[in-house]
């Protein structure tokens, strides 16, 4: 199982494990971040030791291919010195050394090729983590809201159930009811406390005052015919008596008559 296959399976087996115990969708989602930049950490650290091995192996070819040049040199030399048994071991360790050079360099070029594919997933994890991030943000609002219309839902329920309408209702009435009686005593303090005759003349003689103005309102005017006078204020039953008792007579062609 290569590096990227482990990160994966290792990721997926953490953020299952969290999303099943997720109470606070912002911590679980810091925490999840958390997770994923650890686990990049170790496949740089991986990653890093896999392109450590492949500049060795780099390295270890192009040795052994400067060794099969050294060896070619000293075999040269040898013929020219006329010493072919020499030349014969250098040539032999010239192919040694060129063949070891072969199989290293195709070695390091699998290698490399690996190391390029490991850089690129390198890459694609990091874009995708700090493409995570800059969701998180998003994903933590759109929680929030899923809580506050839960919570709403919740209070709506609750508010479905009448009885606090009812007793709302209930408690009105009952203020309605104590200030018709606040108003009742009100009235009935007034009714039967203070001298009522003298509070049914009040009421005559603001009636007559109401009168009266009524008449200087029409004489302003000039409403009323010529020669018309005030009429007298109204007086009680008594008053009326009296002034018959002490009118003169008078005769029908308008003389006082004899006094009796």
């Not at 496949?43 to 099969?68: G, H, S, T």
């Not at 020669?227 to 029908?252: I, N, S």
């Given at each position: ?17 969290l999303i099943s115990r997720a109470e ?49 040199r000293r075999a040269m030399l040898a ?163 009296a002034e018959t008792v002490h009118q ?13």
């Amino acid at each position: 199982m290569g590096i990227f296959d482990r990160l994966s399976t290792m990721l997926r087996s953490n953020i299952n494990d969290l999303i099943s115990r997720a109470e606070n969708p912002e911590k679980m989602l810091n925490q999840l971040i958390l997770d994923m930049k650890s686990s990049l950490a170790k496949a740089k650290q991986e990653a890093a030791a896999a392109i450590a091995d492949e500049k060795k192996l780099q390295a270890d070819a192009e040795q052994l291919r400067k060794q099969a040049e050294d060896w070619e040199r000293r075999a040269m030399l040898a013929v020219q010195e006329n010493r072919d048994d020499l030349a014969k071991q250098a040539l032999m360790r010239y192919n040694e050394a060129l063949q070891g050079a072969q199989q290293l360099h195709e070695t390091w070029l699998k290698h490399k090729a690996d190391t390029e594919q490991l850089k690129l997933s390198l890459r694609q994890l990091n874009d995708k983590i700090e493409e995570a991030k800059r969701k998180k943000n998003i994903l933590i609002a759109r929680a929030k809201r899923a809580e506050a219309q839960q919570r709403i839902q919740e209070t709506m329920s609750g508010l479905s159930d009448k009885s606090a309408f009812e007793s709302f209702d209930r408690m009105a009435e009952k203020i309605e009811a104590m200030e018709r009686k606040a108003i009742a005593a009100a009235e009935l303090q007034q009714e039967f406390s203070g001298d009522d005759l003298m509070a049914q003349f009040k009421q005559l003689e603001y009636k007559g005052s109401s009168d009266q103005q009524l008449l200087d309102l029409k004489a302003k005017m000039g409403l009323l015919p010529a020669g018309a006078k005030e009429p007298a204020k109204q007086l009680g039953r008594g008053e009326q008596a009296a002034e018959t008792v002490h009118q003169p007579e008078l005769e029908e062609d308008g003389e006082p008559g004899p006094k009796p």
